[in-house]
């Protein structure tokens, strides 16, 4: 059975910063492919940031780029997104989600390409 924990989800103050966890347990650190999702009330759920296996290829939702970022250790089966410089329309409850299925053309965007997901954190920027 795979599990995904978020953790570090809180209140700040706009302009400060939060680092999300993602512990992942029940097999092999080795998914294809690690992300971050978001979603505000009323809102459909976002693609915030990925990052595959190799731990260098990333990418990220353009409102974010230059303050958040995503990177794993695999040897704490722990993936993270550091959020840095936040603003109140960051107020959201954030999802870690994971892709086990094989190979490398899929649409990181696109919260149907995960397989898991957390249950989720808040994050509430206040202004």
């Known amino acids: 059975q795979v599990q995904l924990v978020e953790s570090g989800g809180g209140l700040v103050q706009a302009g400060g910063s939060l680092r999300l966890s993602c512990a992942a347990s029940g097999r092999s650190f080795s998914y294809n492919a690690m992300g971050w999702f978001r979603q505000a009330p009323g809102k459909e759920r976002e693609f915030v940031a990925f990052?595959?296996?190799?731990?260098?290829?990333?990418d990220y939702k353009d409102s974010v780029k230059g303050r958040f970022t995503i990177s794993r250790d695999n040897a704490r089966n722990t993936v993270y997104l550091q959020m840095d410089s936040l603003k109140p329309e960051d107020t959201a409850v954030y999802y870690c989600a994971a892709r086990t299925r094989g190979g490398t053309n899929f649409d990181a965007v696109n919260p149907r390409a995960y397989d898991y997901w957390g249950q989720g954190t808040q994050v509430t920027v206040a202004s």
């Open positions: 990052i595959r296996r190799d731990g260098v290829t990333t």
